[in-house]
T-cell receptor, first 114, second 112 residues
Framework: DGGITQSPKYLFRKEGQNVTLSCEQN?????MYWYRQDPGQGLRLIYY???????QKGDIAEGYSVSREKKESFPLTVTSAQKNPTAFYLC?????????????FGQGTRLTVV | AQRVTQPEKLLSVFKGAPVELKCNYS??????LFWYVQYSRQRLQLLLR??SRESIKGFTADLNKGETSFHLKKPFAQEEDSAMYYC??????????????FGQGTILTVHP
């Protein structure tokens, strides 16, 4: 069953802790993205990666870090420097080899700081 | 820099009424424009893309390069159209290559 999988679905973090959100895809897509979805603010780009071992900051990268060691995986770490980490996080992937391709999204991870 | 603006956070219409969700963009090259939809408790998914010039679920969207707009339209709204709609842009040139940018989203509610 091809697709993009995010885990866990719900995540709780204590203040001052780092936490890593997982995103895996088996679609053989080159590009992967992390978005943050907040009520009233829509979808904001955190980081994106077009190829392995390379990634670019999005619009709200502060307090976040990523890695892209494998084509299939693009984990996002929410660090203690992120001032307001409670949000819904969406991972997506798309093919850079197909013109005008669409992005496929995971089910999301809801992070809550307690 | 690329930017997508959806001026309406909320849009309410009655069943059978026409609906138009507005989207304006800013991009220096030739963008690819998309509309994505998120139904309740479902993942975000593609509704349509400008290059296909197709109608999906009765929705159409025309790219107006002069007005830099990509408004989503449907002549007769249905209750099942109630969802969050996002306009998105993908750049294919320069430093924005591959970057997928979304608007703030519009929540459409269709009343019976």
């Amino acid at each position: 069953d091809g697709g993009i999988t995010q885990s866990p679905k719900y995540l709780f973090r204590k203040e001052g802790q780092n936490v890593t959100l997982s995103c895996e895809q088996n679609l053989n897509h080159d590009a992967m993205y992390w978005y943050r979805q907040d009520p009233g603010q829509g979808l904001r780009l955190i980081y994106y990666s077009q190829i392995v071992n390379d990634f670019q900051k999005g619009d709200i990268a502060e307090g976040y870090s990523v890695s892209r060691e494998k084509k299939e995986s693009f984990p996002l770490t929410v660090t203690s420097a992120q001032k307001n980490p409670t949000a819904f996080y969406l991972c997506a992937s798309s093919s850079e080899q197909v013109l005008f391709t669409e992005a496929f999204f995971g089910q999301g991870t809801r992070l809550t700081v307690v | 820099a690329q930017r997508v603006t959806q001026p309406e956070k909320l849009l309410s219409v009655f069943k059978g009424a026409p609906v138009e969700l507005k989207c304006n963009y800013s991009y220096s090259g030739s963008p690819e424009l998309f509309w994505y939809v998120q139904y309740s408790r479902q993942r975000l998914q593609l509704l349509l893309r400008h290059i296909s010039r197709e109608s999906i679920k009765g929705f159409t969207a025309d790219l107006n390069k002069g007005e830099t707009s990509f408004h989503l339209k449907k002549p007769f709204a249905q209750e099942e159209d109630s969802a969050m709609y996002y306009c998105a842009l993908s750049g294919r040139g320069g430093t924005s290559y591959g970057k997928l940018t979304f608007g703030q989203g519009t929540i459409l509610t269709v009343h019976p």
